[in-house]
């Protein structure tokens, strides 16, 4: 997501909140970095993000 210009702009425990300069969407991913993230999880992030293109 950072290539698309997303950024970590805050982060609590293992909950990390992401933001777009151009985008009012906040997304707030939360789980270790080594955690399998749910298929509906992944999708929402997507969706939140404007990047449905990726797999």
């Known amino acids: ?3 698309a ?3 970590v702009v805050r982060q609590r ?3 990390e ?3 777009h300069p ?3 969407e906040r ?3 939360a789980g270790k970095s080594s955690a399998t993230v749910p298929v509906g999880t992944l999708g929402s992030i997507r969706k939140a ?3 449905e ?3």
Do not use: D
Request: overall charge neutral; charged content about 15%.
């Open 1 to 3: 997501m950072q290539e």
């Open 5 to 7: 210009g997303w950024e």
């Open 13 to 15: 425990g293992s909950h």
């Open 17 to 19: 909140v992401w933001a």
């Open 22 to 24: 151009q985008r009012p």
């Open 27 to 29: 997304i707030v991913v």
């Open 49 to 51: 993000s404007g990047l």
């Open 53 to 55: 293109h990726l797999r």
